[in-house]
């Protein structure tokens, strides 16, 4: 395909976005993750804003993602100093002057890529079709190239408003090179320097001036949706699984291990409820082990774990139990997450490898046998609609509180039939117990003495048995009354 066919088919796309009928067969719910402000907080059950969407577009390594981090004051965006490190279009909140809105950090757009950089293109090439803005970042020491001569004819005669940033103008000596870039036809360029933050000011009024107050298409959600995690080792499948169930290409897909590098988050409509869902970076090691680009990734891939409720980890199920499998699982049960586990490529495995899988659940996978199993192929879509169910069933049990008495008279009963084990020739009374917290459940159980790992084990399993704690990690702590002196 020709430059010029490219160019007339990205504008085609442009007019046909435009045009949608708001008949609820299209939508760019997708498009907009910054309509919530924590809306899923708890206790937040109230209806959301929705605010305007800002696309951060240019070639490779123009320094995109170093000017969104300045645009949202923090640095969120993975940064290295090699092109190519941004693939997904990976949404930020953004807040100037109390107004709100929507940062999108795209890949490097060029016009003729293929392959793994072609789908990367295609990514920008959304974002600049389907945001209420767009923000053109051009390095001002290079000048305008072939690239940038391209995507200006395709802004030029699209309908959005086009902000154009002149990156790297570090002093007054490099202001000359910022007012050359008025040839491209897309307005004043304003001079900015995103590392040192020149300039920075003046483009975010700019910015503002050009969003509107609302994104021009939205459909409203009431209430926020709950958060989703999907975790797992590289090329496993996890934006694979995003994309076929948001039914767009959310998320950049390519046989090469690491593609994701920032989390990729999208609003996902399973059954009658809306999900968001986070696509995270493959975990290759233990984070204080990563370096580079991959140290920067795992500590996003935390954090994304961290703001969810709720973790999908994909195992590859035609492939043997990795050590690194089951450090995802552990990283998540620390974290105090409800656990769904999907073994993925299930359309690849045989009944002889479904068979070795099993013996692998049960013998690696011991301690989570509280954790729902689910069988899927992210590329045919086998098996993803029990994931809905499974989700809600997780979370449930992570959001349970058994009432005190209640709790109290079970105990008495289990502890009744089961007495805690002699340590110490001496037998440990339970004298009370308590839920103290939910999300993950946490049972404090006060003592005369200390309780054996086993007996608290133990405590744990019938709880998760009688409560019906499924998908969620319960927690048993034991307090033990300290011994009173006698007063002289």
């Keep these: 395909m020709s430059e010029i066919d490219r160019e007339e088919e990205i504008l ?6 435009d045009a949608a009928p708001d008949d609820g067969t299209w939508s760019q719910e997708s498009e907009f993750t910054g309509w919530e402000e924590d809306g899923d907080a708890p206790g937040d059950d109230g209806p959301t804003l929705p605010v305007p969407t800002l696309a951060v577009v240019g070639r490779p390594n123009v320094g995109k993602s170093t000017l969104v981090n300045r645009i949202i004051g923090r640095r969120a965006a993975v940064v290295q100093d090699i092109p190519g490190v941004t693939r997904d279009r990976v949404s930020y909140e953004a807040l100037w ?42 390095d001002a020491s290079v000048g305008a190239t072939a690239t940038e001569e391209a995507m200006a004819r395709v802004l030029r005669r699209s309908r959005r408003p086009v902000i154009l940033a002149a ?10 090179d910022a007012a050359a870039l008025w040839s491209l036809g897309l307005g004043e360029p304003y001079p900015v320097s995103a590392l ?3 300039g920075s000011g003046d483009l975010l009024d700019a910015v503002l001036d050009a969003l509107p107050e609302a994104p021009s298409e939205f459909v409203g959600v009431a209430g926020g949706p709950r958060r989703v995690a999907l975790l797992g080792k590289p090329n496993v499948g996890k934006s694979s699984l995003l994309n076929k169930l948001s039914g767009d290409s959310r998320s950049v897909v390519d046989e090469v291990a690491g593609t994701t590098v920032d989390p990729v988050d999208s609003l996902v409509q399973l059954g009658d409820q809306t999900w968001r869902f986070v696509d995270t970076a493959g975990l290759r090691r233990r984070v204080n082990q990563a370096r580079g680009m991959e140290f920067y990734a795992s500590l996003r891939t935390q954090t994304a774990l ?4 709720v973790a999908i980890v994909l195992i590859d199920s035609s492939e043997p139990l990795s050590e690194q499998d089951q450090r995802v699982i552990s990283m998540v049960i620390d974290s105090g997450r409800a656990l769904v ?21 049960q013998h690696d996978l011991v301690r989570v046998t509280w954790a729902e199993r689910i069988n899927i192929s992210a590329r045919t879509g086998r098996g993803v609609h029990r994931l809905a169910p499974a989700l809600a069933t997780a979370l449930d049990s992570w959001d349970r509180r058994i009432p005190t008495g209640r709790l109290n008279s ?4 289990l502890i009744a039939a089961t007495p805690p084990p002699v340590r110490g020739g001496k037998q440990p009374r339970v004298l009370f117990t308590t839920q103290a917290a939910n999300r993950p459940p946490t049972f404090v159980l006060f003592t005369t003495g200390f309780l054996e790992a086993g007996y608290r084990r133990f405590i744990e399993r019938r709880l998760r048995e009688d409560f019906a704690f499924v998908g969620s990690p319960v927690r048993v702590n034991v307090r033990v009354r300290e011994k009173r002196g006698r007063k002289s």
């Design 12 to 17: 085609s796309l442009s007019q046909d976005v």
């Design 97 to 138: 002057r109390g107004r709100k809105f929507t940062v999108v950090d795209t890949g490097g757009w060029q016009p003729d890529a293929d392959g793994l950089q072609g789908a990367v293109a295609a990514q920008a090439q959304r974002a600049m079709l389907t945001t209420d803005a767009v923000l053109v970042v051009v």
């Design 167 to 176: 990156n790297k103008v570090d002093d007054e000596r490099a202001m000359a």
């Design 196 to 198: 040192h933050g020149r």
């Design 306 to 309: 961290e703001a969810a409720e």
């Design 341 to 361: 586990i999907a073994m993925n490529k299930a359309d690849l495995v045989d009944a002889d490898r479904r068979a070795e899988v099993e013996r692998e659940l």
């Design 410 to 413: 079970w105990l008495g009963e």
